[in-house]
């Protein structure tokens, strides 16, 4: 009989699990993390891109962006490693959030836990609309400062599909001024999921341990599910109905081919189609109006898309 001794054994489990994400299980209620659009590069570019877990689990990230460059997608976002300095270079933010070393190519990977925990596109869609709204779980990311996968202190970039940089914003904790802004946001635009969110109460002895939180990061099994897909293409019918567009764990588990499939883009690359009017996920709390009306859609062929998202959405910078 062979015997291993223990620290080679630990070293050489580290090195196997060098690629992969754990599951965030624990999250802090009180934390809001907020990016506010416009910042850094193309100030035409508006929004914001909110993280919360107000049930101690899962972030829930709600994306609601306006005024990305017409007919120019799809867009790449991701998170990076380092904050927008104060002259608003984006870049100068660094490379992808990967804590964990994992491959530039998340759509190859047998699911989310082997992407890099800051590929955001790669994990939940490309854009390929001017203004979009979005909300999704994603049990890679931490509120938890603490945390190896805390995205607190970290900057999210939209990029065009070359990589070029479109424009940055720091992810930073929210005060209680800005925690009531978003409020007060939500409130008008009526969106009761987002303010349920953002509402839920705290115990008045509420606290949230954030070195006894580690413990719950979980190493998952391959044929663990991730959460369901709760993100869901918009049309314009549900302008009014914004409620439809929501997190929705009673939703039935989608199958590992179909979440590949969604990766690619927020609209089927299939369904892009040359002189298109009609753009299923082109809608905004920020941008309800004529200026989120896309005209056409990029026209890609199928082979330079293809090229475009497996290979180019990979990539570091």
Known sequence: MIFIPITILIFLLSLAASDKSPKIKKNPRNVVAVADFPFGGDTQVKG??????????????????????????????????????????????????????????????????????????????????????????DPYLSLNKKSKSSIIGKSLVFHYPNLTKIACADIEEANELRLQSLIEEYTQTDDTIQLKELNTPLENDYTFDEVEALSSEVYHSDTDPDPPQQQELVSTEKLYNKTDNVYTPEEPKSSDQNKKSHRHSLLPLAKWKKNSPKNYSNIS?????????????????????????????????
């Not at 998340?106 to 890099?116: G, I, R, T």
């Not at 709390?285 to 475009?308: A, P, R």
Request: glycine share 12%.
């Open 48 to 137: 914001n891109a909110v993280f919360s877990a107000k049930e101690g689990k899962y972030v829930n990230v709600h994306i609601d962006m306006t005024g990305l460059p017409k007919d120019e997608g799809p867009f790449f976002y991701h998170i990076h490693e380092r904050s927008v300095p104060g002259n608003g270079n984006c870049e100068a933010v660094g490379l992808h959030f990967n804590p964990y070393n994992a491959s530039p190519v998340c759509d190859e990977q047998k699911n989310d836990a082997y992407c890099q925990v800051g590929d955001l596109s790669g994990k939940h869609g490309c854009i390929n609309t001017t203004c979009f709204e979005l909300k999704y779980s």
């Open 285 to 317: 709390l920020h941008g309800i109006s004529s200026d989120c009306l896309n005209d056409g859609m990029m026209v890609t062929s199928s082979i330079f898309g293809s090229l475009v998202l497996g290979i180019a959405a990979g990539m570091f910078v």
